[in-house]
């Protein structure tokens, strides 16, 4: 039952961040620098692909609700109980937020390829920030919880911007698409400074809040551990990154060597989002 609701976080958190990111990608930050792309075969074929990671992020967040419902029940038939679960929805605070964004889902699902690409952003992005109220920031009443939850949002803001972005960058780099990628790439690097300096921030805030200290204790057990694991991978990302942008600025773009970098910070962000769908299972330590 924990592992199955491990699995239902990381399908739909993955899902969810990738349709705010490649939305924010394609709708707000590049736009201008993507419109041969948009007008060949590769942008309504990407589109098809959002929808189809829409549905998949509808039925994980059904599966999710279900298996709450089994696991606050202790019983795995609470799963199916339409009264069990109409509880939760309707008794629990998790319940609540989560009516909303199986809305805000169900819209994304609908009306896919159906509405102007600014529309779709702004629901892609309400159902992304409707993630954070159900974190560990609702473990903390008044002010303090409401912040934590802020601070959630923009951590999820910068890297669902991060990983949507790579996915559209290994995306241009599989073909020519009539992109110029060289502006692209430099852009999206430049971009990755403000992005990386959020997703620090915010996560050094979580880490705070939670554990009362600059890291949680024991260090490296439980908690601590799976932590150890996301900043990690965050830092692997980081390096990637950093030779992204190296490889970039070459006169020569050396092709083979970014899309190889990509594609391992690529990997790196999934073992991250791994981690975190882990630790939003588990209690903090507190100091």
């Not at 075969?41 to 098809?48: C, D, E, H, I």
């Not at 199986?102 to 993630?131: D, K, Q």
């Not at 669902?160 to 995306?171: I, S, Y």
Request: charged content about 10%; proline content about 3%.
């Amino acid at each position: 039952m924990h592992e199955g609701l491990i699995l239902c976080r990381f399908i739909h958190f993955g899902a969810v961040l990738l349709l705010f990111g490649v939305a924010a990608f394609r709708s707000l930050l590049f736009a201008r620098h993507l419109l041969a792309f948009e007008a060949s075969p590769a942008g309504p074929r990407l589109s098809q692909k959002l929808g189809w990671l829409a549905a998949i992020a509808l039925a994980s967040a059904l599966a999710w609700l279900m298996l709450t419902a089994a696991y606050l029940s202790s019983d795995w038939s609470s799963a199916i109980d339409p009264s069990t679960v109409g509880l939760v929805l309707g008794n629990t605070w998790f319940g609540h937020v989560w009516v909303v964004h199986l809305l805000l889902n169900a819209l994304v699902v609908i009306l896919n390829r159906r509405v102007r690409p600014s529309v779709l952003l702004v629901l892609n992005t309400l159902l992304l920030l409707t993630l954070a109220p159900v974190g560990h920031g609702a473990m903390f009443d008044g002010l303090k919880g409401q912040l934590l939850m802020l601070n959630q949002m923009l951590h999820l803001l910068g890297v669902g911007t991060w990983l949507g972005g790579l996915w559209m960058l290994a995306l241009l780099l599989r073909a020519d698409h009539g992109v110029d990628l060289v502006v692209v790439l430099r852009r999206f690097s430049g971009i990755g400074y403000a992005l990386v300096a959020v997703i620090i921030a915010t996560g050094l805030v979580n880490v705070r809040a939670l554990s009362g200290g600059f890291w949680p204790e024991p260090a490296f057990a439980g908690f601590g551990l799976v932590l150890a694991v996301k900043v990690t991978m965050v830092v692997g990302m980081l390096l990637l990154a950093a030779l992204n942008r190296q490889l970039a600025q070459a006169a020569d773009l050396p092709w083979a060597r970014l899309r190889l970098s990509v594609f391992l910070e690529c990997l790196f962000g999934a073992a991250a989002l791994a981690a975190v769908s882990l630790l939003g299972t588990l209690p903090p330590m507190l100091s």
